[in-house]
């Protein structure tokens, strides 16, 4: 049966605040302490409208492009691959083609003059397109372009060697950008794009990301989830097949859906020094995806609109604020880390915690599998997973994505259920799946995947703080603990974790 978040029971662990902070100081690290930018002020982080030109006259030897129509097109027409153009100040247009476009060449290096501003005056769908490697695009302002869902207004084709820097990418349509092998995403303002900030697909996948210093925010102005219900194309950005991705010191905030979304073979992800704010949904979700470390963020005030809707449905699905769906560590699948490791953060009054679930009906070839006609990274041939081969090991085991060998330690994790207006449905910790009913040919049906997630597959809190009077909610819904339950038998979670309520005002 299902009880308030704020019927805490006399068991529970009380300690002074002080003594808090002292349990985590003893560990590896307090939450937060080798944060190089999260523990500053908001503004401090602030990347958009700061942007200031790295390059007010033009570099030797550049070409300059003077605001006139279709002239960036035409002097990349007219130039060799490795040209370096330098656009000068005023607003910079591509006709009235909805296909007209800039199409680089290998090597070809944009720079923005201070003022330098890409309008696609809501005609153009693309800004820059073309499989052309190593192109560089500096100190642009890139506005107006009318991308469908799905696509990109910047590298529209996922060109390998990008970098893409310093600019100010905003109010287009789809995605601000697309991403190629080798791209380096660095000190961007990715503002109110219709889908996404980063679109991080390429057919066949991508590798050797990185994604560092940006301002991710106010993405998903076209709601697409009203759009489309259940299309899971919302965001401040999307990753889909990237293997070998570095997050590190972006601002990602007040983004209509999830902050970050990893969805289908993503691996080898390091999610490092972000600062993750107000978003809508989840701030981070890890789903049908291998071996990553989570650690040194601040999750500070997301979820909340998720979670109310929810709750004002009537749903007690535990929404994370950073939810793990199938997805989790293997060492067969190469990365830096056979785990997928979540410390050392901060969480500071959002909706939830930390969500692991596993879908025990979404395997390859079940029609419950969202992402359609793909298979875990473990099966080269989908068709194998059918009976009767899938009803035996090693099948049995790798046609489905699992959340396993998550370890969860040395994070602190603040709620106050006044500052949320909430006291149920809220402040929860949870590690859960479905009793299996689906397809009838399914080898997974009953409380197999229950008993595996809960119990067999290494999915472990230790060392954690928490303030605030926060539940948990192992195997299924309706099972919802105080600490003290969920620290003893059968679960044992969360050993040698501190446990306080919120100091009283009274």
Known sequence: M??????????????????????????????????????????????????????????????????????????????????????????????????????????????????????????????????????????????NFVAPRDEGVVNHDSGDGWVIEHNTIQNNGGAALMAGVGQVVRGNCLRDNGQYGINAYKPGGLASLVVEGNEITGNNTDDWESQTPGCGCTGGAKFWAVDGADIRDNWVHDNRGAGLWADTNNNDFLVERNLFENNDAEAFFYETSYNAVIRDNVFRGNTIVQGRAFAGRGDDFPVGTVYVSESGGDPRVPARTDRLEIQHNTFEHNWSGITLWENADRFCNSPANTSTGHCTKLVAEPGQCTQPAIAQKPLLDDCRWKTQRVDIHDNRFTFDPAALNCDTLCGRMAVLSNWGTYPEWSPYMGQAVQQAITFEQENTWRDNVYVGPWTFTPYDRSRVLQPPEWQGDPYQQDVCSAFTLLPTTC
Request: hydrophobic fraction near 45%; proline fraction near 5%; include cysteine.
């Open 2 to 143: 299902a009880r308030s978040a704020l019927a805490l029971t006399a068991a529970v662990v009380l300690v002074e605040l002080s003594s808090v902070v002292a349990a985590t100081a003893a560990g590896a690290q307090v939450a937060g302490a080798q944060m190089s930018r999260t523990d500053v002020a908001d503004d401090q982080w602030a990347v958009c409208d700061r942007i200031t030109t790295d390059h007010p006259t033009p570099p030797a030897g550049a070409v300059v492009v003077e605001p006139v129509d279709g002239g960036v097109q035409g002097a990349t027409a007219e130039h060799p691959a490795g040209t370096t153009f330098w656009l000068a100040p005023g607003t910079h247009t591509l006709g009235e083609d909805e296909f007209g476009q800039v199409m680089p060449k290998d090597g070809n290096v944009y720079l923005g003059a201070r003022d330098a501003i890409l309008d696609g005056r809501d005609r153009n769908r693309y800004a820059f397109t073309g499989d052309a490697d190593d192109v560089v695009l500096r100190n642009l302002t890139v506005v």
